[in-house]
Antibody
Framework: EVQLVESGGGLVQPGGSLRLSCAAS????????MNWVRQAPGKGLEWVSY????????YYADSVKGRFTISRDNAKNSLYLQMNSLRAEDTAVYYC??????????????WGRGTLVTVSS | SYELTQPPSVSVSPGQTARITCSGD??????AYWYQQKPGQAPVLVIY???ERPSGIPERFSGSSSGTTVTLTISGVQAEDEADYYC???????????FGGGTKLTVL
């Protein structure tokens, strides 16, 4: 079955760190661009970060630049998001999403079920 | 920063046609994509590259583009179509993705 499964969410204090993981199965992970997208409680979707299939190209949203680091291990079919200096406004469900290139942009054709990150003291 | 603008809500009766718009300055040059999200679930892609429909998405879902506005049309709306709908595109640099604020579709 083609799927993405996130893990690693939880409760963390402001200023703390957390590492999210996404396990891919059912497709050739190393051939696809990957992303993290988040959704604050009751709010809309916000793209967080992108990584190319090889890991050589990485982009971040301005809201997380300098604090979050995306990475991947193609041998383990896994995507990661290291989140440092967490703030209350980072509280959200974090989705792992497979990217599909379309010219100069990309979209998301497969999503995980998400993992909840709560930043609170 | 680049923004996409959607109406917060749209309401239709079953069997009618729902149209959800999304406006953005870069849309004439960039593709638009649409996602459906039901409560407690992950988003699902329903339209890509302005008007293409992924396999498994019912034919009643269609997309169109005109200038700075793209439109998701749901013909013959069914109760199961009640959900939040998000448009998505990229900024002109191609280094970031933006979502619209979302539209809640209510089936009366």
């Amino acid at each position: 079955e083609v799927q993405l499964v996130e893990s690693g969410g939880g409760l963390v204090q402001p200023g703390g760190s957390l590492r999210l993981s996404c396990a891919a199965s059912g497709f050739t992970f190393s051939s696809y661009e990957m992303n993290w997208v988040r959704q604050a409680p009751g709010k809309g979707l916000e793209w967080v970060s992108y990584i190319s299939s090889s890991g050589s190209t990485i982009y971040y949203a301005d809201s997380v630049k300098g604090r979050f680091t995306i990475s991947r291990d193609n041998a383990k079919n896994s995507l990661y998001l290291q989140m440092n200096s967490l703030r209350a406004e980072d509280t959200a469900v974090y989705y792992c999403a497979r990217g599909m290139a379309a010219g100069t942009d990309w979209y998301f054709d497969l999503w995980g079920r998400g993992t909840l990150v709560t930043v609170s003291s | 920063s680049y923004e996409l603008t959607q109406p917060p809500s749209v309401s239709v009766s079953p069997g009618q046609t729902a149209r959800i718009t999304c406006s953005g300055d870069a849309l004439p040059k960039q593709y638009a994509y649409w996602y459906q999200q039901k409560p407690g679930q992950a988003p699902v892609l329903v339209i890509y590259k302005d008007s293409e429909r992924p396999s498994g998405i019912p034919e009643r879902f269609s997309g169109s583009s005109s200038g700075t506005t793209v439109t998701l049309t749901i013909s013959g709306v069914q109760a199961e179509d009640e959900a939040d709908y998000y448009c998505q595109s990229a900024d002109s640099s191609g280094t970031s993705v933006v979502f619209g604020g979302g539209t809640k579709l209510t089936v009366l």
